[in-house]
């Protein structure tokens, strides 16, 4: 008899570091670099954080909203990333030369669109773009400068090493979402994100015990004096004087599926996290809980999930399935 094959080991990379606030060349070419650091570590799976091109919307959450924020909207609009584009060009690229799968979180639009989206980017080792994620439900003041997503970009990426999937931030809070995605067989799940305290640590610790999977969350790093002094209205970003040096401090963990922290929290400073996962250690903690197989009763629950995008225009003619009075169609889970 021969030994089966168990899946092996695999190292995970969570890069903890610094956007160059609303410059999507600049953000793209450290992004280049620090992924072929990552792999250079030994990482085959490198997780950024979230709206890393062109780095994250800070005026949000430094100003009353819609106060004097005209000009910075409008170079969003013009940095932010058209999927596909010459910037997932440019990335899919990258992941090829590092061998490594690529998630990546981007301030994206529409090619001649000016709501923009918070998504999150999967790429392969060939290069190819195998989803992206936008996300369904911004948070407080995130809802000025981004649209909600639908159910179509909920994608989950089969690896040598397990499915991989995830969630953006706050979302990672909403437990149906969770749900699903624990339903699709999710093993190693990416949660770019914003974030920042313990609280937000106890949430990826929480995942990861409840859905038995490996977690990588991961937070920019950045200080005021990395804001370029070049920055259009720089000194009105924070109204009240000095105040805290960082813009965003981090708070980057990855978890293993028992809920144990493999490195991390790290806070101000940027770095690579690393760790090596297996998908049997996934395997073995399922086997004292499921939550979406031995552990669920789907006599007494169930989720029904819409999975159809919603485009704001449809061209052709209308099914009867789409018309007035009809049922739309549901993808429902249920167990084999």
């Known amino acids: 008899m021969t030994a089966r094959t168990r899946p092996g080991r695999v190292r995970v990379a969570a890069v903890q570091a ?3 606030l609303m410059d999507q060349e600049a953000c793209l070419a450290r992004a280049v670099q620090l992924l072929g650091q990552a792999a250079a570590e030994g990482a085959r799976l490198v997780v950024f954080p979230e709206a890393f091109i062109p780095g994250s919307p800070i005026w949000i959450d430094t100003r009353p ?6 000009q910075w909207y409008a170079m969003l609009v ?22 490594t799968y690529l998630v ?21 080792p060939d290069g190819a773009m195998l989803g992206k994620h936008r996300k369904l439900v911004p948070t407080g003041s995130e809802r000025t400068v981004w649209g909600m997503g639908d159910g179509s ?24 979402a969770r749900f699903y995605l624990y339903s699709q067989g999710v093993d190693i799940w990416a949660a770019p994100t914003l974030a920042q ?34 920055f259009p209205g720089r000194d009105a970003l924070w109204p009240d004087g000095d105040g805290d040096a960082w813009v965003e401090p981090g708070n980057s963990v990855i978890v293993d599926p028992n809920g144990d922290l493999l490195a991390g929290p790290a806070r101000h400073e940027e770095v690579i996290l690393t760790a090596d996962v297996e998908l049997d250690a996934v395997r073995a903690m399922r086997r004292l809980f499921d939550p979406v197989g031995h ?8 989720l029904l999930v819409d999975t159809r995008p919603r ?9 009867p399935a789409e018309g007035v009075g009809f049922e739309p169609t549901r993808q429902e889970w249920a167990p084999a």
């Open 295 to 302: 552990y669920q009763r789907p006599d007494v629950f169930r």
């Open 65 to 70: 909203i819609w106060d004097g924020d005209e």
């Open 104 to 124: 990546l979180g981007v301030n994206e639009r529409e090619p001649h669109g000016t709501t923009i989206y918070n998504t999150t980017l999967y790429f392969a």
């Open 153 to 176: 970009t909920l994608p989950v990426v089969d690896t040598p090493f397990g499915r991989l999937s995830g969630l953006t931030c706050w979302e990672n809070v909403m437990p149906l």
């Open 18 to 20: 610094a956007y160059v």
């Open 197 to 230: 305290g313990d609280g937000w640590i106890a949430s990826m610790r929480h995942i990861a015990r409840e859905g038995r999977c490996y977690v990588i969350g991961v937070n920019p790093c950045v200080r005021r004096d990395q804001v370029p002094m070049d």
């Open 311 to 319: 485009p704001v225009v449809t061209l052709g003619a209308i099914t």
């Open 78 to 99: 013009d940095q932010s990333v058209v999927v596909p584009g010459p910037v997932t060009d440019a990335l899919g690229a990258a992941a090829r030369a590092a061998e």
